[in-house]
């Protein structure tokens, strides 16, 4: 059994080499049994021990926690997830659900709730397909069809219309060519005059011409393409997608373009724009998401944006032990 355990975690998880910007890391002298016999404790307390539930989730990787949980279940017969699912309240709830799941369930997860929640959350699908890699969103499609028997691009396209359908069944499809050494000028002139000609040089946007450039070049190159574009346009390429984009799409291809530049700076904007009025889906799945992937370059941006850390952000607008799990997930001050 615990062959098979292992096996599964590799294929839904890959390794534990996580980014250098990364807040949350694998804890060195690890040991799955004895924290799944804290959690056993913890959870049996009288009114639950919240604060150790939350430190022996936020000092550990995802794959570390898939271990927890498996030793857990082999301890107690019971998964863990359940147990926690009634045990903690919301806020907290759906932080210490989502440190539970691996990131393709938990990606796919969100995206179904986007999808088909009460109304269609544009703002949550762009922000999920545009910032993930094609390994993630592949890995995020196939935890889709196990979770819920679906096909997750039908999904999209049964729930969505028009252009901004169009874009996000190519986005879903997860194969956006990888970078490459090779720098091809003559390609990125072109793809440069050629979204200008789409767009601020004619009246009228072709929205096709955008989609197309946007969703079947690696990113990189698009950066490349971003820049020489200014030599085309007397606008750069977000200013652009402002004037020229109607209202409908035109938060969509901000989010994409600006991903595109700077992931972590898109994050940092998401979370600037909710001082004042807190949005804890979006903060709780930021949150959780990046903290092993660039959590700490989102926080430099974030300082850079507002000019408060987001540990200050966090202090000011949330309370209780959701104020202490997303302080553990960020690590500290800048």
Same mark, same amino acid.
């Given at each position: ?13 890959? /390794? ?5 910007? +990364? ?24 009114? *639950? ?6 430190? &022996?989730?936020?000092? !550990?990787?995802? +794959?570390? #926690? ?9 301890? /107690? ?7 926690? #699912? ?8 759906? &932080? ?5 799941? /691996? ?29 993930? /890699? ?9 935890? $889709? ?37 090779? *720098? ?15 767009? *601020? ?23 490349? &393409? ?7 346009? !007397? ?5 652009? *997608? ?79 032990? $959701? ?12």
């Amino acid at each position: 059994m615990a062959e098979v355990h292992d096996i599964l975690s590799q294929v839904c998880l890959g /390794t534990d080499d996580l980014s250098d910007g +990364a807040t949350v890391k694998p804890s060195v002298n690890f040991n799955a049994e004895n924290e799944a016999i804290e959690l056993e404790r913890a959870i049996k307390v009288k009114g *639950v021990d919240e604060h150790s539930v939350i430190d &022996v989730l936020t000092k !550990c990787s995802n +794959a570390q #926690r898939q271990d927890i949980a498996f030793c857990y279940e082999r301890r /107690t017969k019971q998964k863990l997830e359940d147990k926690l #699912r009634s045990a903690v309240s919301e806020p907290l709830r759906s &932080v210490i659900l989502g440190l539970l799941k /691996t990131p393709a369930k938990y990606d796919a997860s969100e995206m179904r709730g986007a999808i088909k929640g009460l109304g269609t959350n544009e703002a949550s699908l762009i922000e999920i397909l545009c910032s993930r /890699t094609n390994k993630e969103i592949q890995n995020m499609a196939l935890a $889709y069809q196990e979770l819920y028997k679906k096909d997750m691009i039908k999904d999209i396209k049964e729930d969505t219309s028009g252009d901004f359908c169009k874009l996000l069944c190519v986005l879903a499809k997860g194969n956006r060519p990888e970078p490459s050494n090779v *720098v091809d000028n003559e390609q990125i002139d072109e793809d440069a005059r050629a979204l200008y000609e789409a767009g *601020v040089k004619n009246r009228g946007t072709d929205v096709k011409t955008w989609i197309s450039i946007m969703t079947e070049r690696s990113i990189p190159h698009l950066q490349r &393409v971003f820049g020489r574009y200014k030599t085309y346009s !007397c606008y750069d390429m977000l200013e652009s *997608v402002d004037r020229e984009v109607k209202k409908d799409l035109k938060n969509n291809f901000l989010g994409l373009v600006q991903c595109i530049l700077n992931t972590p700076e898109f994050f940092a904007d998401k979370l600037s724009h909710m001082q004042g009025s807190l949005k804890k889906d979006v903060l709780t799945r930021i949150m959780v998401s990046r903290s092993e992937i660039d959590l700490l370059y989102i926080r430099k941006e974030f300082k850079k944006k507002t000019g408060k850390s987001l540990q200050q952000f966090i202090i000011a607008s949330t309370k209780g032990d $959701y104020q202490r799990v997303l302080l553990a997930l960020c690590r500290g001050d800048d």
